[in-house]
């Protein structure tokens, strides 16, 4: 199965649309590379939720009850009341000046009535005909006297309404039967003069008791309003002082705050990631590239210590040349470039390194070709790791015409991986012209013999305009880059410079070391802590067969004694057990 199959497909192909689980997912890993941003939510959030439990009042809430009802002559009789009791209007009237001036009168406060009443709350529970009188203050003690308060004035106020209304109605009865008394008066006076018996008195008994009749029909309403009872309502739970404030605690305004945070911090996140310029997954380095990722470096440090990889580093390294073996793109020319869109050249060189060495281990002829001929630093490495600058690298007028290549392979050892030959980098004067050169294009026709590949190193593909003109010769391109630093932008723009010269975008290989720039190009990175060498150098001596240049024995303590090593050795031909280098 080739690389590609596993992947997301390449120019040409189809784009297949991901899933909305996958996306979803995607951007929730995505949104938790701002953990930072979304802790400080949460510490922000925390911190408002403890200012607010610290530093607000305790209030207290006092609440009671009371059922209304219309006045009536028999209060357990069970006919219909006089009128029916519209409680928005009573909740209306509850909470009125005229109510809370009453109440001030009651707790005999001089406070004027709308500061009274600031903390007054009064509801109607649905489909009921109570009042609930809730009354909120800094002591408890005085909000059930205000909550008590209220509801003795809003009953007062209401029975002192229904008082005043039978007054009016009473008062306006008696002044209809002023005349009627009147009249009887007058009637009565009349039959006292008049003959019984005789017509005149007849009639004048008549309109006597007509008169009488209303007089008593008035006298019966009047009756009937002063029996009336007048009682607004009766209270069914009385105020008492509260024995906890309300409102939330410190540990729910917490919880709460928690909460508000956690969403502030995702808030952040999400605009942070929707203004973040860098990839941001690897899922968007195959939309982009429109290339598989072929394998993802484990953080071993910010800059690798050695260039021969060890434990899960190096596992992940043999896995990427398995994908690329098999792959069938790569199968067709076995000839792979690597490098990065920007920065240095560190993690770039290291990949290179290992993928040859991967190689050797797969049983391939593999030479690997350093193509930076701006600042090459892999044969500096190299003498730093041995100890011992080779003869070829010292005296470069060995060459013929002094350009690159000069026809000159090193055999250097792997370690288990085995053997692969090195065409190092030199410093010539026109690199396009050296890169384009029949020497260079025959050098890279050695992935042509059976068995072989050419791994090519090259500077970054956006700094310089090396890599586009090896892509047509070479083919095969591989971007090392890390999602952290590396431009969406920039990732585009390589594939448009890669796939314009002719070149196929084989995948990328992610890490997260940075962009390669905490080292000056041309200087070694620190030397890590001395640790014995699994690999002791062997005595450089004898000349390479070939032409590849000399190596000098050097000094008797580097003919003898273990060296400490980078994980590159530069082998002695005399070595080798058919002592000839593979290549």
Same mark, same amino acid.
């Given at each position: 199965m ?5 992947a ?20 929730f890993?995505?949104?938790?590379? $701002?953990?930072m ?16 439990g ?11 009850e ?11 009789a ?25 109440a ?11 500061r ?22 800094d002591?408890?003690e ?7 308060a209220? /509801?003795a004035? $809003?009953l ?27 009249r ?10 008049? /003959?019984?018996?005789?017509?005149a ?6 309109d ?9 029909e ?14 607004g ?19 729910l305004?917490?919880?709460l705050? $928690? ?7 995702l ?5 942070r ?7 941001r ?12 990722v072929l ?13 021969l ?7 992940? $390294?043999?896995s ?7 792959d069938?793109?790569f199968?067709?020319?076995r ?7 920007r920065g ?11 993928l ?11 030479l690997? /070709? ?16 041995d ?5 070829w ?18 055999p250097i ?13 030199r410093r ?9 050169s029949?020497?260079a ?6 992935a ?9 190193l090259?500077p ?5 305009a ?57 200087q070694?990175p ?20 070939g ?7 050097g ?11 980078m ?17």
């Amino acid at each position: 199965m080739s690389a590609g199959a596993s992947a997301e497909p390449r120019a040409g192909q189809p784009h297949q649309p991901w899933d909305e689980p996958d996306l979803l997912r995607d951007q929730f890993r995505q949104l938790l590379r $701002y953990r930072m941003l979304i802790i400080c939510g949460i510490l922000l959030g925390l911190a408002g939720g403890a200012w607010l439990g610290l530093t607000a009042n305790e209030s207290y809430v006092a609440t009671s009850e009371i059922t209304l009802r219309s006045p009536t002559a028999d209060p357990f009789a069970g006919g219909a009341p006089l009128d029916r009791v519209a409680m928005g209007s009573e909740r209306r009237t509850a909470v009125s000046d005229i109510v809370a001036e009453r109440a001030a009168q009651t707790l005999g406060t001089s406070e004027r009535a709308p500061r009274l009443k600031r903390g007054l709350q009064v509801t109607n529970p649905p489909n009921t005909e109570v009042l609930r009188f809730a009354y909120t203050a800094d002591d408890p003690e005085t909000a059930a006297q205000r909550a008590n308060a209220f /509801v003795a004035a $809003y009953l007062a106020h209401r029975q002192a309404d229904a008082d005043n209304t039978i007054a009016q109605n009473v008062n306006a009865l008696e002044a209809q039967r002023e005349p009627l008394l009147e009249r009887r008066d007058q009637l009565r006076a009349e039959t006292d003069t008049l /003959v019984e018996g005789t017509s005149a008195y007849d009639l004048a008994v008549a309109d006597l008791s007509q008169v009488v009749g209303q007089i008593s029909e008035l006298n019966s309403d009047i009756a009937a309003l002063r029996a009336l009872d007048t009682t607004g309502g009766r209270v069914i739970t009385e105020a008492t002082p509260p024995s906890e404030p309300a409102g939330p605690g410190l540990p729910l305004l917490l919880g709460l705050g $928690y909460v508000v945070g956690i969403g502030i911090g995702l808030l952040a996140a999400w605009v942070r990631l929707v203004f973040d310029p860098t990839v941001r997954s690897a899922g968007d380095v195959t939309r982009t590239l429109r290339a598989p990722v072929l394998g993802v470096l484990p953080r071993a440090g910010r800059v690798p210590d050695q260039l021969l990889a060890e434990g899960r580093l190096a596992e992940e $390294y043999r896995s990427i040349a398995f994908r690329l073996a098999y792959d069938e793109s790569f199968a067709q020319r076995r000839r792979l470039l690597v490098v990065a869109p920007r920065g240095g050249i560190e993690t770039p060189l290291a990949t290179a390194v290992n993928l040859t060495a991967a190689f050797a281990e797969m049983g391939m002829n593999a030479l690997l /070709v350093e193509a930076d001929l701006r600042t090459p630093t892999l044969i500096e490495q190299l003498r730093h790791a041995d100890g011992v600058r080779p003869g070829w690298a010292r005296t470069p007028g060995q060459a013929t015409d002094g350009g690159w290549p000069a026809g000159m392979r090193v055999p250097i050892d792997g370690g288990e991986s085995g053997i692969f030959d090195l065409v190092p980098g030199r410093r010539v004067r026109n690199v396009p012209r050296a890169l384009t050169s029949p020497a260079a294009t025959a050098l890279l026709g050695h992935a042509d013999t059976k068995g072989s590949v050419v791994v090519v190193l090259a500077p970054p593909v956006l700094s310089y305009a090396d890599a586009i003109a090896l892509s047509d010769r070479v083919d095969g391109v591989l971007v090392v880059c890390d999602p952290a630093e590396v431009r969406r932008e920039d990732l585009g723009r390589v594939r448009e410079l890669v796939v314009g010269a002719g070149g196929l975008l084989l995948g990328a290989v992610l890490h997260s070391w940075g962009n390669g720039s905490e080292h000056t190009r041309g200087q070694a990175p620190p030397e890590p802590a001395a640790a014995p060498s699994p690999h002791p150098a062997r005595p450089a001596v004898g000349t390479a067969p070939g032409g590849r240049g000399t190596v000098p024995g050097g000094t008797g303590a580097d003919r003898g004694d273990p060296a400490e090593t980078m994980g590159l050795r530069v082998l002695d031909p005399a070595d080798l057990e058919d002592g000839n280098p593979r290549y």
